[in-house]
Every structure is written in C-alpha cells, then in structure tokens.
C-alpha cells in the first residue's frame, strides 16, 4: 500500500539536497523520522550558522564540480 503525500518545489528541492543517490524518497523520509533538532543535524553536519538545506546544497555542488573536474582529466 502507498501514500501520496503535497509537498511545495521549495521542500522537494530541499529532500533532494539531501537524499543519498541510490537512495528512495521514502527511505529518505524513514531516515529523516527520526526525531532529531536541527540544532543536531548541523552539529552532525558541521555547517555552523548556515541553514541545513542550504550547507548541504552548498557540499552537494561542490563535490559534484570536484567529479566534473576529475572526469574531464
């Protein structure tokens, strides 16, 4: 059995910051339900004072400029 559920562009935008590549939106979801402040996640994420969604987007293109560069050698 599934459930549909509405989410904005601006939260999916977010999830897909950051769910692991092989991973499901539903397993990203199961993974995230576990009650964790957001103080938290950017204590185990070490991005300081920036936003969560906005330190991961900012880790995620970085490491995918690095494989971009690495590729083109």
């Not at 103080?39 to 400029?65: K, P, T, Y």
């Amino acid at each position: 059995m599934s459930t549909s559920i509405r989410i904005s562009e601006a939260t999916k935008r977010k999830l897909e910051a950051i769910k692991r590549d092989e991973e499901t939106f539903d397993e990203l979801l199961d993974r995230l339900a576990v009650s964790r402040t957001e103080d938290e996640v950017r204590e185990m994420a070490g991005f300081g004072g920036e936003g969560v969604a906005e330190g991961m987007e900012e880790a995620r293109e970085d490491l995918n400029e690095s494989l971009d560069e690495r590729t083109q050698e």
